[in-house]
């Protein structure tokens, strides 16, 4: 939906303090992605997009299955005949890609599905390769130059800047350097096999490791940012490899990672529908994803000019009505307890004046609401924000992160 947008409220805040909000805490580990269903005996990292002509998902991901000891390509889709209800069909996307002689790893795709990014060894550049259309198979095109490093980077693609169109495209590539996230352009062609690099800058700046990244993408309202990256997974190597988000990709702005699970195991490599955040889990040897189902909600960037702008919020894919709603206020330190008003999560707006967007209802299938809007001229400044999640059926109310609009 697509609205106008007056100066509601300014604050001054840099850090979004309240983190996504976990539905079911503890998680648990899920087997709808598990080795089981993928056919395999181990899965070490996902990459899930949404297919809005086939109506289905797409995943890519690291694997091993028996065949070899090195971790190897597996693609297929995910279909669902209710929400959160999947029928996983291998594919042979990456069967043109060569049997590993060591590690292959972050076998992540575009949100167009046309371009297939991942760590290819660990001396040896990120591979590339490309298709025309998403019912061909993937075929080699290049490897990403200087200057990414070469090894594991955790290869990952976020925005589509042009598509790929059989000798030209244009993507944003994220990448590891020491402990930050890093972005950088990366043109694809003229020439085959050229691959163009622009200037990387810092998405996470971390001074304890940071690591796989994943994009959290928006697949409803405008259909011409279907598939835009909104916010980020990753983890950082707190207790272990813990689960964090940060709700914008953009490297201007202070936007914080905010903690959304923490244990002594290892979680990496997430993929997501909506809110259902699949992470790679493991103890001694990888199994079953942990399952973080989370409400949460990406923060906005707008020039003070004025400029539209989007906001995406998630919840769990759902059968049940999960009504949706986004609060602009001044924020709150520390969040207040509304219990047992509210079932899990803390408000983080202070309650005086806060000011509610149009309700909305979360998509059942894909977990996800979006606001689009048309704003005038603000005032540089912040607009701190809050997203809640309504469960019609069990009256439960989860009050995700705090997030922001960035007005520059």
């Not at 575009?110 to 061909?136: E, H, I, K, M, Y």
Request: net charge negative; proline share 9%.
């Amino acid at each position: 939906m697509r609205y106008a947008f007056s100066l509601l409220c300014l604050g001054a805040t840099l850090v979004a303090q309240e983190p996504p909000v976990l539905v079911t805490s503890p998680p648990v580990p899920d087997t709808r992605f598990g080795p089981a269903a993928l056919g395999v005996v181990e899965v070490s990292q996902y990459c899930i997009t949404y297919n809005p002509t086939a109506q289905n998902f797409y995943i890519t991901a690291t694997v091993k299955n028996g065949a070899t000891t090195f971790w190897s390509p597996w693609s297929g889709t995910a279909t669902y005949g209710s929400p959160g209800n999947y029928t996983i069909t291998p594919n042979g996307d990456v069967a043109n890609i060569p049997p590993p002689t060591a590690d292959y790893f972050a076998f992540n795709h575009s949100s167009d599905q046309l371009v297939l990014v991942f760590d290819s060894g660990p001396s040896t550049p990120v591979a590339v390769w490309v298709r025309s259309n998403t019912s061909q198979p993937f075929t080699q095109f290049g490897s990403v130059p200087s200057p990414v490093p070469v090894g594991y980077r955790d290869a990952a693609i976020g925005n589509t800047i042009s598509s790929w169109n059989g000798s030209t495209g244009a993507y944003e590539l994220l990448y590891l350097n020491g402990n930050n996230v890093m972005k950088v352009d990366m043109t694809l062609g003229p020439a085959a096999g050229q691959v163009t690099l622009g200037t990387p800058v810092t998405v996470v700046n971390a001074t304890i490791a940071a690591h796989s990244q994943s994009p959290v993408r928006q697949y409803t309202g405008v259909p011409a940012e279907w598939g835009t990256a909104r916010a980020l997974m990753h983890s950082r190597n707190d207790s272990s490899a813990d689960a964090f988000f940060r709700p914008t990709l953009d490297e201007n702005v202070a936007a914080p990672s905010l903690l959304i699970y923490d244990d002594g195991n290892w979680k990496a490599n997430p993929g997501n529908i909506g809110g259902s955040m699949f992470w790679a889990y493991a103890t001694t040897t990888y199994s079953d994803p942990l399952l973080l189902d989370t409400v949460c909600m990406s923060s906005a960037v707008v020039p003070s000019a004025g400029g539209a702008l989007t906001i995406c919020a998630w919840a769990p894919p759902s059968t049940q009505t999960q009504i949706g709603f986004v609060m602009l206020g001044a924020l709150q330190t520390p969040g207040i307890n509304l219990s047992p008003l509210v079932t899990r999560g803390l408000l983080g707006l202070n309650p005086a004046g806060i000011v509610f967007l149009p309700a909305q209802v979360f998509d059942q299938n894909l977990g996800e609401i979006s606001y689009s809007f048309v704003t005038g001229f603000l005032p540089r400044g912040t607009i701190d924000m809050q997203v809640g999640a309504l469960n019609v059926s069990t009256n439960q109310i989860f009050l995700g992160n705090n997030a922001v609009i960035y007005i520059q």
